[in-house]
C-alpha cells in the first residue's frame, strides 16, 4: 500500500532537491552572519551608522532608520520610507551587520533612483500574495474533484510566485552591488572586514536562488501531476 501510494505520486521526488538546498542556503546564511558578527571592525561603525552614511550621502536624509526585533528581520518599506534593522544589525560594529545594513540603503537607493527591476516587484506584490494564498488549495481542490479548470487556475497562480521570485533576483542582485561598491570607496571597512561583507551578501543571495529553484520544482511538479491525471482520463 505505501509503495503504491508512493509509486503514485513520485513528483513528490522533484520537491526534495529545492528543500535541500534551501536548508543548506538558511544554513549557510546563518553560519556566515554569526561568523562575521562576531567580528568588531577597526573603525567602530555599525550598522545603524553605514545605512545612515550610506543613506546621507545620496540624499536620502529623509529615510529613517528603525530597530525592529527578530533575527535577520532587516528590511526597507518604501510605503514609510523608513529601514527596519534587527537588532543584531542596528548596534552591531561587525562587518557582518554593516554588510546588511547597506544593502539595505541599496535598496532605499533603487527606489530614489527609479530602479525598474524593484518597482516592477513592487507592483507583483499583491498578486503574488493572492497567488501564495490560492494556488496550492486551488490546485488540489481541481484535482480532487477532476476539475482541469480549477488545476490550471492553480498553476497560473503558482506560475505567478515562481514569476516574482524569478525578478527578485537582479532585485537583491543589484542592492549588494550597490552596497559593496559604496562599502569599497567609504573608507568604513578595511579589505578583510569588506571581504566578510561580501560573504554575508554572497551567502544571503543564496537563499534567493534556492528560493527559486524551489518555486520552479513545485511548480513542475504541479503541471507533471495536472498531465497525468489528464492522460488518465482519455
Request: charged share 15%; aromatic share 10%.
Amino acid at each position: 500500500m505505501m509503495f503504491g501510494l508512493f509509486h503514485y505520486d513520485w513528483t513528490i521526488l522533484l520537491v526534495i532537491p529545492g528543500f535541500l538546498i534551501s536548508l543548506w542556503a538558511q544554513a549557510k546564511v546563518s553560519s556566515t552572519f554569526k561568523k562575521y558578527s562576531a567580528m568588531r571592525t577597526y573603525r567602530g561603525y555599525t550598522g545603524y551608522d553605514a545605512a545612515r552614511r550610506i543613506l546621507d550621502a545620496n540624499g536620502l536624509s529623509h529615510v529613517r532608520i528603525e530597530q525592529v526585533a527578530g533575527h535577520l528581520s532587516d528590511h526597507y518599506d518604501p510605503r514609510a520610507n523608513v529601514i527596519r534593522l534587527s537588532a543584531g544589525v542596528y548596534s552591531s560594529p561587525s562587518p557582518a551587520a554593516i554588510g546588511v545594513a547597506a544593502h539595505e540603503a541599496g535598496h532605499a537607493i533603487q527606489y530614489a533612483k527609479g530602479y525598474a527591476p524593484i518597482k516592477f516587484r513592487a507592483g507583483l506584490v499583491s498578486i503574488t500574495n493572492f497567488s501564495s494564498m490560492l494556488a496550492i488549495p486551488l490546485f488540489f481542490i481541481g484535482l480532487l474533484m477532476a476539475s482541469e479548470p480549477l488545476m490550471l487556475a492553480g498553476i497560473i497562480l503558482y506560475a505567478a510566485i515562481s514569476f516574482f521570485q524569478l525578478v527578485t533576483l537582479p532585485v537583491e542582485f543589484n542592492a549588494s552591488s550597490r552596497a559593496l561598491a559604496v562599502l569599497s570607496g567609504s573608507g568604513m571597512l578595511n579589505p578583510d572586514e569588506l571581504k566578510g561583507a561580501r560573504k554575508v551578501l554572497t551567502a544571503a543571495a543564496l537563499t534567493y536562488v534556492a528560493a527559486l529553484l524551489t518555486s520552479l520544482l513545485t511548480l513542475l511538479r504541479l503541471i507533471l501531476i495536472a498531465g497525468g491525471r489528464g492522460n488518465r482520463r482519455r
